[in-house]
T-cell receptor
């Protein structure tokens, strides 16, 4: 069990650019979640997958955001035409069904 | 809509003190409640999970209680140490693992 891995740890981008983050869950976990955390706040749910199926998306996930989990293993979260308001920590978590979530260390995005 | 509140927002205590962190939630129809620890710039580490049918859970110096009917949970930390300094988050789960988090309590334990 190597834990949930996220890449990159930090990303600085200019407004208007596209960015993509990757999450590798714990290998036997079938569920994968994306959360966003802004400074001084708790994490907010964005979306989750059961295997390769995206089962729920938050209203926070605008049309500029897209998440995929093509083979039911790793997942990517892409943000198109980034805005300064997208600056946050993006956290990935995984679980086996409804077992407790295991979180990664997150990707910190700064949009200048 | 479920809302989770944590009080206090920040707490500073001398080493060795026992302390209590509070969490309240507005909708008692929860599946479980979890307490997490977050170190600066890091992800979340699960500390304790209490199922809705349980009243408390213990792990080492940590004890978490749950009163579903009143919408409250407490995290008790005994004999605090400087290494306990972190942000503590509580989160409730409505059985989808779509956790709803509070804003956290920033704890500083002074040596």
């Amino acid at each position: 069990d190597t834990g949930v891995s996220q890449d990159p740890r930090h990303k600085i981008t200019k407004r208007g650019q596209n960015v993509t983050f990757r999450c590798d869950p714990i290998s036997e976990h079938n569920r994968l979640y994306w959360y966003r955390q802004t400074l001084g706040q708790g994490p907010e749910f964005l979306t989750y997958f059961q295997n390769e199926a995206q089962l729920e998306k938050s209203r926070l996930l605008s049309d500029r955001f897209s998440a995929e989990r093509p083979k039911g293993s790793f997942s990517t979260l892409e943000i198109q035409r980034t805005e300064q308001g997208d600056s946050a920590m993006y956290l990935c978590a995984s679980s086996l069904d409804v077992s407790p979530l295991h979180f990664g260390n997150g990707t910190r995005l700064t949009v200048t | 809509k479920q809302e989770v509140t944590q009080i206090p927002a920040a707490l500073s205590v001398p080493e060795g003190e026992n302390l209590v962190l509070n969490c309240s939630f507005t909708d008692s129809a929860i599946y479980n409640l979890q307490w997490f620890r977050q170190d600066p710039g890091k992800g979340l580490t699960s500390l304790l999970l209490i199922q809705s049918s349980q009243r408390e859970q213990t792990s080492g110096r940590l004890n978490a209680s749950l009163d579903k009917s009143s919408g409250r949970s407490t995290l008790y930390i005994a004999a605090s140490q400087p290494g306990d300094s972190a942000t503590y988050l509580c989160a409730v789960d409505g059985a989808t693992n779509k956790l709803i988090f509070g804003t956290g309590t920033l704890l500083a334990v002074q040596p």
